[in-house]
């Protein structure tokens, strides 16, 4: 396909005079001094980040892509209002990749593009923001950072809690020791979600290109009723979808620890039997060598709560014990709570006195902002791809354990594999892929 630059695609506009008049008030920003950027995916995160991106005067948002193209009308407004510059929008993502005047892509798909979208950006010279999780199961996530690395190319996730400044706060605060020798970490992500029972097939509508959606996944039937979030072949499941959050974020605090030694599983599908095939409850114990992290999660809590946001915006802390995506450290000598996506922590000794804490904030800016900071200097961002895979192993261990029947499972770092339990394996990558849409073995 032939590129098409920021002129000429003014040319290709409506005429140069009417594009003129519509984007009469242009940033004074250079296009030289611009980031140029493509946005894959146009879901709800999808929509979100294109209008964060597109507000900056640093940032020109110069595609939108989704497969199903009634999506286009409503981001290409928003963005073009924020931005002040134009935006094309495209049904096939290989038009952002083969201009060669775009510098990055952000992937806000579904889970099951997460991969080979970013290694196909990569492979085509560009830098990635992929949302979380990072990628659809264990060996994707591994060829990610591959190519990443071999292309030197900036992978960033969204775990935007790592560049919030609280949470560097905490980490720092943990790494002092001033907790003791922590032995127990517990990770909470304790939702409420409804049954979602799957509908007829139906036709699939004007404007979904149906077959680009479910690219490297199999073409299921088109059931408007199938929530992709609950079904394997697009997804890791609702649960680890959100708690990647809380996971990255516990292992951030910790230092980045290497993966567990050992993964224990129990749960499945037990409230919402509504056809999914991914569980509504999962409660997994890691091994790790100094500590242990104790994972429980649900999707049929309803007394639980995230933080809300007059909580992390009005320095406030969460009613703790309520909070549903909490995460808790229990050191030797005091104990820590701490919130995702603001919420704060505090720190508590043997008599209950809080003796440290830290109030949160959101921080989609700042994650932004070291992204395009790292695009523009060549530096590791803060949520790099590294780190990305081994917290969104630790929801592709949990999976295995549970899909081998709620076993234990001894885990090797050199071979990201079950060694012990070889037929635990194919747990960890997809079964097939459908042609053209095909991970390699070599990126």
Known sequence: MKPVDRRQFLKQSAGAAATMALFGQLRSAEPNNQVVVGVMGLGGRGRFLAERFAA??????????????????????????GQGQPVQCVQDFRRILDDPSVDALINATPDHW????????????????????????????????EAARKYNRVVAVGTQT??????????????????????????????????????????????????????????????????WLNTAEFSCGPIPGDAVHQLDLARYVMGDP???KTVSHTGGIEVLRDGRDTPDTQYALFEYDTFTLLFQASLWAPYMKKIAPAIRDGD?????????????????????????????????????????????????????????????????????????HQSTLLCHLANAAWRAGNIKLRFDPQTESFPETPEANRFLRRAGYRAPWVVPEKV
């Open 56 to 81: 900056r005067r640093d940032v020109w948002v110069a595609y939108l892509c989704d497969a199903d193209t009634r999506r286009f009308g409503p981001a290409r407004k928003a963005v073009e209002q």
């Open 114 to 145: 997460h991969g080979l979208g970013t290694i196909l950006a990569c492979q085509a010279g560009k830098h990635v923001y992929v949302e979380k999780p990072l990628a659809h199961n264990a060996w994707e996530g591994r060829k990610m950072v």
């Open 162 to 227: 790592r560049s919030a400044p609280y949470a560097q706060a905490a980490r720092q605060f943990v790494q002092s020791g001033a907790l003791g020798d922590i032995r127990l970490v517990r990770v909470y992500n304790l939702m409420q979600h409804p049954m979602q029972k799957l509908g007829p097939e139906q036709p699939v509508p004007e404007g979904l290109d149906w077959d680009l959606w479910c690219g490297p996944a199999a073409k299921l039937p088109y059931v408007p009723g199938r929530y």
């Open 258 to 260: 290497p993966p567990p």
């Open 316 to 388: 406030l802390f969460p009613d703790w014990p309520f909070c549903g995506t909490r995460i808790e450290l229990l050191g030797t000598t005091a104990f820590m709570y701490l919130g995702r996506h603001g919420g704060g922590w505090q720190v508590f000794d043997d008599n209950h006195k809080v003796i440290a804490q830290a109030y949160g904030r959101q921080a989609d800016n700042e994650h932004i902002d070291n992204f395009l900071r790292c695009v523009r200097s060549g530096g590791r961002p803060n949520a790099d791809v590294e780190q990305g």
